[in-house]
């Protein structure tokens, strides 16, 4: 089933690092979104990228995505303490509005 | 509200017993989703509403499991006969998106269900 998957699954870091982490998805797409989810709260979007589209920027965030690779990776630059998070990216699939979330990757920020 | 409201956010239940899940939307948008996400582990998909069509309950884990959303508005996720393996958060989330492409979902702050 279309579904992403993350890469790696943790990564620790120091403050001012800059943090990568890769998505993997299986099947054409129309877009893949990037969210966030500090620790037993809600997810919060980052940013959407469109199948059309290689790469978009928002502040210290850069997304790219390689439809012939079928991944996208999240960077963040100068990563803060507060960066500290799990992020998940999300794809859907043709007509198919069903957005599926991969297993996420838990970012660990140290000051 | 401003945001994606759900409640209760904490309920603790006896295994057999049933339990609702509330939802509301923001305001205005078409598309609902839940998810649930056990400890640790990434979401995974129940249903999905837009607008007046019938719903994709294609993830719903058993017929123990159904939602409703009334109105276009506010939505109820009923968990019958509640098993141990149902303990996690259950995430809602509304997106103002209608059109051939998803965009972005914002999410309530979830119900965390323990059932003992």
């Known amino acids: 089933s279309q579904q992403g998957e993350e890469d790696p699954q943790a990564l620790s870091i120091q403050e001012g690092e800059n943090a990568t982490m890769n998505c993997s998805y299986k099947?054409?797409?129309?877009?893949l979104q990037w969210y966030r989810q500090n620790s037993g709260r809600g997810l919060v979007h980052l940013i959407l990228i469109r199948s059309n589209e290689r790469e978009k920027h928002s502040g210290r965030l850069r997304v790219t995505l390689d439809t012939s690779k079928k991944s996208s990776s999240l960077l963040i630059t100068a990563s803060r303490a507060a960066d500290t998070a799990s992020y998940f990216c999300?794809?859907?699939?043709?007509?198919?509005?069903?957005?599926?979330f991969g297993k996420g990757t838990l970012l660990t920020v140290n000051p | 509200g401003a945001g994606v409201s759900q409640s209760p956010s904490n309920k603790v239940t006896e295994k057999g017993k049933d339990v609702e899940l509330r939802c509301d939307p923001i305001?205005?948008?078409?598309?609902l989703y839940w998810y649930r996400q056990s400890l640790g582990q990434g979401l995974e998909f129940l249903i999905y509403?837009?607008?007046?069509?019938?719903?994709?309950k294609s993830g719903l884990p058993s017929d123990r499991f159904s939602a409703e959303r009334t109105g276009g508005s506010v939505s109820t996720l009923t968990i019958q006969r509640t098993q141990q393996e149902d303990s996690a958060v259950y995430l809602c989330?509304?997106?103002?998106?209608?059109?051939?492409?998803?965009?972005?979902?914002?999410f309530g702050e979830g119900s965390r269900l323990t059932v003992l």
């Open positions: 989330a509304s997106g103002a998106f209608s059109g051939v492409n998803t965009g972005e979902l914002f």
């Open positions: 509403f837009q607008g007046n069509s019938a719903p994709d």
């Open positions: 099947t054409s797409i129309n877009n």
């Open positions: 305001s205005g948008h078409t598309a």
């Open positions: 999300a794809t859907d699939a043709g007509s198919n509005y069903k957005l599926t």
